[in-house]
């Protein structure tokens, strides 16, 4: 039996990026935990079939396409969980996309729009879903940084690691605005997790996989579904006296500090 403190029954959750990846998974725990979820992506069929997966667990799951670098569709997606289902307890900011790049070559635009889907759009994820748990005087968001937030990747990763740095330290600014009115506010860094598009880039270039295993004290990349536990934790009462933590999900990369690359050294992969 698990522990009571671990549940989400009687909650609502809403999980972008729900369609594929960590974002799925993020979702389909939480319906595991008990809680009824909306799930919000680009892509809309992907998260209509992570709704039926969390119907069959017999929790409520209402699928709807959000684009996180729009303003205008993210406050959509809450007038739609307002009207579904009239509540939020838990946000999971998961969805966001980014360019590789190195730094001389890279438009400023391109930077721009990195910002605009991994940064303002959580803030504004995040906005939304704030002033909703204030009014109930509770909730937790979970937004998605990066290891790469915290210490440099190299290999083109400069627009992504600058604003993975700004999610974090935005989760410890709204942890601190909003602690003393019922709401957490916490971020988890994830290192190298297997994906769709992490799988086309090993196969692309395969010793670019050496380099990140060399980084990670586990010799070994995540799986999506390691992200159900740090998550369900989070979001529970389990977690009711953290927050403003970035927690690191990354196999002890950052423990070691040697997963970061520069040009010219001899792990460096374009």
């Given at each position: ?24 998974q ?82 400023v ?6 910002f ?44 992504y ?18 602690a ?23 196969e ?60 010219g050294s ?5």
């Amino acid at each position: 039996m698990s522990h009571p403190l671990f549940s989400l029954a009687g909650k609502v959750a809403l999980v972008s990026g729900a369609a594929s990846g960590m974002g799925r998974q993020m979702a389909i725990g939480f319906a595991e935990a008990g809680a009824d979820v909306l799930l919000a992506d680009i892509n809309l069929p992907g998260a209509e079939a992570t709704a039926n997966d969390i119907g069959k667990l017999g929790r409520r799951a209402v699928a709807v396409k959000c684009d996180v670098s729009n303003v205008d569709q993210i406050r959509e997606t809450f007038r739609k969980l307002d009207s579904e289902f009239g509540r939020i307890d838990v946000l999971g900011n998961v969805a966001g996309e980014a360019t590789m790049k190195i730094p001389e070559e890279m438009p400023v635009e391109e930077v721009q729009q990195v910002f605009q889907n991994l940064v303002f759009g959580r803030f504004v994820m995040c906005q939304e879903g704030g002033r909703r748990m204030l009014k109930q005087s509770k909730g937790s968001i979970i937004n998605f940084g990066s290891v790469s937030g915290w210490s440099s990747l190299g290999r083109g990763q400069t627009a992504y690691g600058m604003a993975m740095a700004a999610v974090i330290h935005l989760t410890k600014e709204l942890a601190t605005q909003w602690a003393a009115r019922g709401v957490r506010v916490n971020c988890i860094m994830p290192a190298q997790v297997w994906n769709d598009g992490l799988r086309a880039r090993v196969e692309e270039t395969p010793e670019v996989l050496d380099t990140f295993i060399g980084g990670i004290p586990m010799n070994r990349l995540g799986e999506p579904e390691e992200i159900k536990g740090p998550a369900i934790f989070l979001a529970s009462d389990a977690a009711s006296f953290v927050t403003g933590m970035a927690l690191p999900m990354d196999g002890g990369n950052l423990a070691l500090n040697a997963g970061g690359t520069y040009p010219g050294s001899p792990r460096a992969i374009g």
